[in-house]
């Protein structure tokens, strides 16, 4: 059996069938055997009707938002701007004035570091993040620190990528300006206990944001649950096209935060004498968006709360628990990554061959999963491996497909034996 937490198996209430019919990559042969796609911690499949949206919208009404009294462009603004009522209830957002559009994760923690934590930050000032953080929660901090001699603080983890609440705790002072915390590990798959580090944080008044680009796809999130102030995601991992994500902060946060960049779209009034910033969600988006990637994630968020985001979680819950229970019992085979709170991916070594190797021979059978570090370098280094195989689950994925998977790594084994 695998160590992880007892799960909801058999019935869920998906009918993965009919969900995999949805999503047209999903029916091709990769080098003569149907795909089985296990990348979907780097990027998920997008469904046919979040294709459809975005075709639709370039086909029948796209026009430049917020700027024509002409019917395209109130068309494409009213579109767009619904999508923010989406993002609320898939967030349980208190309000969709919270709702900010960006590039993605990594741009959405950007913006927290630069708008909100710079303009406050000095020498000797201190930024808490774990050990497990994607470099998109390393380096922009790192980039502040530089600039002020402020210092980033890492909460460590232990070897079976757990953290412990007190190494928290113990790192949390006076001169902490933001607790940043990865909400489900990319590389490891840990769940991690976010609402109590959020409490914890809160007690020394200590705001928080959270990394959910491996979150939001794969459970449900409810920000004020959580405890958070800031919460970011990626639309391209929600099955939504790329390029396109979210910034959740708490309004009388973002209210207190100057832009970050400056252009038009984010604007009162403009002269030469200075300028009136519009009111947030506005004053944080410069520029002309990505309009129909937006109203793409849309479509894909509200695809995902029809399957039901606690569904979602038991369905791939239970392939995880699947996968787990048999490479975790094959000789020669090192799961990096045994949180008892797991979701997504599955990560692991073998004694001869290196991950490269391990993906080159799977895709051969038509399986996709990444080998590398992830974007956690300091995750391998903690382990003292440069890279790890890694297979992540979809909701379109099937316990036949971990059979594949399971029998494919196998056939490593016995290549390199
Ligand atoms: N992880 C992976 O294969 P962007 O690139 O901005 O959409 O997401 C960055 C990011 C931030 N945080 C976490 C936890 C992530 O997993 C990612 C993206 C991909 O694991 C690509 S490196």
Redesign the pocket.
């Known amino acids: 059996m695998s160590h992880l937490d007892p799960v909801v198996t058999g019935d869920t209430g998906l009918d993965v069938e009919a969900i995999r019919a949805q999503f047209p990559i999903l029916h091709q042969e990769i080098n003569g055997k149907p795909l089985v796609y296990l990348d979907n911690?780097?990027?998920a499949q997008k469904p046919a009707v979040v294709i459809d949206a975005v075709s639709h919208c370039y086909r029948s009404y796209y026009a430049n938002i917020h700027r024509g009294v002409h019917d395209l462009s109130q068309r494409s603004t009213t579109a767009f701007e619904g999508v923010r009522g989406t993002v609320q209830r898939f967030l349980n957002a208190p309000s969709q004035e919270e709702v900010i559009f960006t590039?993605?994760?990594?741009?959405g923690i950007n913006l927290v570091a630069n708008s909100f934590v710079r303009p406050n930050l000095s020498a000797g000032d201190e930024i808490l993040v774990t050990g497990m953080e994607?470099h998109?929660?390393i380096v922009p901090w790192q980039l502040l620190c530089e600039a002020t001699g402020a210092k980033l603080v890492v909460v460590p983890f232990s070897d079976a990528g757990e953290i412990d609440l007190g190494d928290v705790t113990a790192r949390i002072n006076a001169r902490t300006k933001l607790v940043s915390v990865?909400h489900?590990?990319?590389?490891l798959g840990t769940i991690n206990p976010v609402a109590e580090i959020a409490r914890l944080a809160h007690e020394r008044d200590v705001p928080v944001l959270l990394?959910g680009?491996?979150s939001a796809p794969h459970m449900p999130v409810d920000v004020q649950s959580l405890g958070c102030d800031f919460y970011v995601f990626?639309g391209?991992?929600t099955y939504g096209p790329s390029g396109v994500?979210v910034l959740w902060g708490r309004y009388a946060l973002l209210e207190s935060m100057p832009p970050w960049h400056g252009g038009g779209d984010m604007i009162k009034t403009v002269s030469f004498e200075g300028t009136e910033f519009a009111e947030p969600p506005q004053r944080f988006e410069a520029g002309t968006p990505n309009i129909a990637g937006v109203i793409g994630l849309g479509v894909a968020l509200d695809w995902l709360m029809g399957l039901g985001l606690d569904r979602i979680a038991a369905h791939e819950a239970d392939l995880l628990a699947y996968a787990h229970e048999q490479v975790g019992a094959m000789d020669g085979v090192r799961i990096i990554g045994n949180a008892r709170h797991k979701a997504g991916a599955l990560s692991f070594v073998m004694n001869e061959a290196h991950p490269h190797d391990i993906g080159t021979i799977l895709d051969n059978d038509g399986i996709a999963i990444?080998s590398g570090h992830?974007?956690a370098q300091p995750v391998m280094q903690r382990y003292g491996i440069p890279a790890t195989a890694r297979a992540s689950f979809g909701v379109y994925n099937t316990r036949a497909e971990v059979d594949r998977l399971v029998a494919s790594i196998d056939k490593v084994k016995r290549l390199f034996a």
């Open positions: 911690g780097a990027t590039r993605g994760t990594t741009e994607h998109s929660n990865i489900v590990s990319n590389a990394d680009a491996q990626s391209h991992k994500g990444r992830h974007c």
